[in-house]
């Protein structure tokens, strides 16, 4: 009897019944356990499988739930909302005030909590609302919940009408423009690096006057000392076009010091032959450079063959007989890109040319100076000079 009884409690030690109990009778049938194994043998089989322990309270679970609840509460501020509000209606405000968030089942503004002030654009009595921003917003218990929801409902009205809401959204736009301003500045950086070592490289070529079939092994050797390079604009015929674009700029930044510094210039204009034995002319001019010494700056190179044929518009022998009012606009316009000259005005001469042929317009006289002053040969100054009475 003794042994069964040390048993049986050895078993209830090692499997007790649940964990939780709400009921009051198995409170007592277990203070009783003792007593009812003192006065009866109780046999214990080894098939007897242990009392399944009991699912845990309701009570329990729901403070779980709450418990993540806040966690995710603290996370993100837009999934507690009034209770005051149905689904439809939480779907509903949402989507029409994009800006709207929630946070301890308060409302407040999305947009003027990010922003947190509106800085220059800041007017006299017009600030961000506190209320808004550290949402804060909510509705009083009392009164019915018809009165409740058209308080909020005013209340969300008045604040996205309101001026600090509207400049509020005006800032957080431009921080967004300006943030992607940056993100794309950082992203090109490294590209704008590779591309100016690109460029130094074609610039050292002319300025030391080597072969342009040099570059792709300056890029090779500059690749080994560590350089990074990219991985375009790498042959001779990029390095001919960075060149020209360099030469380009050069040319444009000089004459704009010139005319700005209203300095003393000469212009040397002469005839030469290009390596295709066409007639050209060469313009360069001497002036100081930022109070320098003058030197000559070579400015361009023109071949005539062009710019004759298109002066030979003027020539009223070849005409047709009955020219149209747009008659020769074409290479007029030509010409005036090529000398700099008001388009409108050389074509209005055009036109007063062509409607009476004896006359000598003035609006045609700057085009006029600008063909004199090509120094071509005795035979083709003859023909040149020859289209309009004018010339001679």
Known sequence: MKRAIQT?????????????????????????????????PVIISPDISPTPALPPSPLSVEEDADREGDEDDNNDINNDWPDLWTVNQKEDFKSKNPWLGSKNKKLGCLVCSSVNSIGINKEQGVSLSRE??????????????????????????KHALSKAHSKA??????????????AVEVMTEPYKKETDAVFRTAYHLAKKNRPFSDHESLIELQELNGVKMGSILHSRYSATQIIQHVASEMQSKIVSNIIASSTKLAVLIDEASSLSHKPVMTVSVKASIEGASPEFIFLDLVELGAVIKDFSILDQ??????????????????????????T???????RDLLEEPNSEPKDLKPLMNCMKTFPVSTAEWFHMTSVHPLHL
């Open 8 to 40: 049986n409690i050895s078993f209830y030690n090692k499997h007790p019944c649940g964990t939780t109990s709400a009921s009051s009778s198995a409170t007592d049938s277990e203070a009783r356990t003792p007593e009812l194994l003192a006065d009866s």
């Open 132 to 157: 808004w921003m550290n949402f804060e917003i909510q509705v009083s218990s009392q009164g019915s919940r018809e009165t409740s929801l058209s308080v909020l409902r005013n209340k969300i009205r």
């Open 169 to 182: 959204v005006k800032v957080a736009e431009q921080q967004k423009e300006s943030a992607i301003e940056n």
């Open 317 to 342: 022998s070849k005409w047709p007989s009955n020219p149209s009012i747009r008659h020769g606009e074409d290479q007029v316009k030509r010409l005036c890109k090529r000398f700099h000259l008001c």
């Open 344 to 350: 409108d005005q050389a074509l209005n001469g055009m």
